[in-house]
């Protein structure tokens, strides 16, 4: 490569050097989880809700031994629904097997009125078919809501005479021990997910909380 | 209708409803303005050729197309792909146009005979212009640049400034187009394309092979089409790596041609 001799190398590297690191963040501590850290931990609830194929979910009991991400939202959001899941989506399936397959994503809808099981199953399909997708009557997912520690969704009126439902854009993350630990704003990046998720899975958490 | 004056990342999600921007159409109206006022002033005495005409209105429509809506907001808030494609259009297709556009007798008129001239020749020195070329073109891709001035439509319009400012500094050398801006002969014209194709591929080798999206602006942003962040970004890369590299080839061929054909004429004399 021709570099002329008075362009100073170092600034070059810098550059270069910043490309590759992203000028991101710094890293965390080794062990240090990018989520947002909940002391005193979550426990995690105790639910049952319809899953697409009509059946019960006993959330406690379903997901007893995995990492659980639990997640509200509707499949007509614009922006946070969509993009939270194709995030997560996006590095599950970049993740080894015992990995991945130690990590469950449970979305509960805020939209039980037009989120029927078929429409919620097909918008799930197109980020991941192992996605699990819960629904039930607003009062008893705003209860649930509630009592997992995040704000009840609301109807929020649009321009074009329709509705869109306000929620919470948070991801919380229960580990084997049944509690949460950390949960994941909007905005969370995919590099995030990629540093946490195996490190939720091998039990970092325990050694963050002591 | 929602006007703002230059495309910046919105945060909300895509629309096709038209958007106006103001400062898109100041700056292509005021090409066409001068362009047209300084062929008028010199009727009679010199004149443009139909091809320097149409190729200044190719230049002209291809900044309007790629600022203006809806490739410039595409390219602000949405996909890396459009905002690759946006900096190859506007810093290495646009500068040649404008210049093959712009006749001697007129490029002379606008640089004058003192400071103007005086800054062009001393950017379009080829040490001083593969700096700016090459500096411009990898910090208006480093993340925290992108993220940080995308946001903003000055920060947003600075980046596009920018890069029209690094083509000219990279074209005028390669296509000399005064004698004033002590051009470099031949040889020295395909050794400076050739030098200026290395360093674009560092960040396009990111863009295309990187994991994971390296920018959190067009990672995060609401999805406009059925790519993922990370489809996008490798198509950016592409279009970066093939797309830059195929118009610098190119050019250095062109240039080669040239220099053999006129050492053919040499030894024919």
Redesign the interface.
């Known amino acids: 490569m021709v570099v002329p001799g008075w362009i100073p190398r170092g600034a070059l590297a810098a550059l270069c050097l910043s490309l590759v690191h992203g000028c991101g963040a710094p890293d965390p501590r080794p062990g240090e989880l990018r989520g947002a850290h909940l002391t005193p931990p979550w426990p995690k609830p105790d639910f049952t809700l319809t899953d697409t194929d009509g059946d019960d979910f006993a959330f406690r009991k379903e997901t007893s031994g995995s990492v659980t991400l639990l997640f509200f939202g509707f499949t007509n959001c614009p922006d946070v629904c969509p993009v939270q899941l194709a995030n997560l989506a996006a590095v599950l399936h970049r993740q080894p097997g015992e990995i991945a397959n130690r990590v469950r994503v449970v979305f509960v809808t805020t939209d039980p009125a037009r989120d029927t099981p078929d429409r919620l199953r097909a918008w799930l399909d197109r980020f991941d078919p192992a996605f699990v997708g819960l629904a039930g009557p607003l009062d008893e997912v705003n209860r649930i809501l509630r009592s997992v520690g995040l704000a009840p969704a609301v109807k929020v009126p649009t321009n074009d005479g329709g509705y869109a439902m306000g929620h919470a854009a948070q991801i919380i993350a229960y580990t084997e021990d049944e509690r949460a630990h950390v949960m994941y704003p909007s905005g969370t990046r995919q590099e995030d997910w990629a540093h946490d998720l195996p490190r939720l899975v091998r039990g970092d958490w325990a050694r963050i909380d002591q | 209708m929602n006007v703002t004056w230059w495309c910046s990342a919105q ?3 895509w629309s096709w409803t038209w958007q106006a921007y103001p400062g898109v159409w100041l700056v292509v109206g005021s090409l066409i303005v001068g362009y047209v006022a300084t062929a008028r002033r010199a009727a009679g005495r010199t004149h443009v050729t139909p091809g320097q005409g149409g190729s200044f209105a190719l230049g002209v429509l291809l900044v309007w197309a790629m600022l203006d809506w809806p490739l410039g907001p595409l390219a602000a808030g949405y996909l890396a792909s459009v905002h690759t494609a946006q900096y190859l259009v506007l810093a290495l297709i646009v500068p040649p146009l404008l210049l093959h556009g712009s006749p001697p007798w007129m490029l002379r008129q606008w640089l004058g005979t003192g400071v103007r001239l005086r800054i062009a020749r001393g950017l379009t020195r080829p ?1 001083i212009a ?2 700016i070329f090459n ?1 411009v073109m ?2 208006t ?5 992108v993220d940080t001035l995308k946001v903003s439509q000055l920060g947003s319009f600075a980046i596009d400034v920018s890069w029209a400012i690094a083509g000219f500094a990279f074209w005028i050398p390669i296509m000399a187009p005064l004698p004033e801006l002590a051009p470099m002969r031949l040889p020295g014209r395909i ?1 400076f394309a ?2 200026n194709l ?2 674009p591929t ?2 396009a080798s ?1 863009l295309t092979f990187a ?4 920018y ?1 602006l067009y ?5 406009v089409s059925g790519l ?3 489809q996008d970004q490798q198509i950016a890369g592409l279009t970066m790596k093939i797309g830059g590299g195929l118009v610098i080839f190119t050019t250095a061929s062109i240039l080669f041609f040239q220099w053999y054909r006129r050492e053919e004429d040499k030894t024919a004399i």
């Open positions: 945060n909300a999600p040490l593969f700096a500096v990898v910090a891709h480093l993340p925290a640049v050794i050739m030098a290395f360093l560092v960040p990111f994991e994971y999206p390296i959190a990672e995060l942003a609401p999805r993922s962040a990370v």
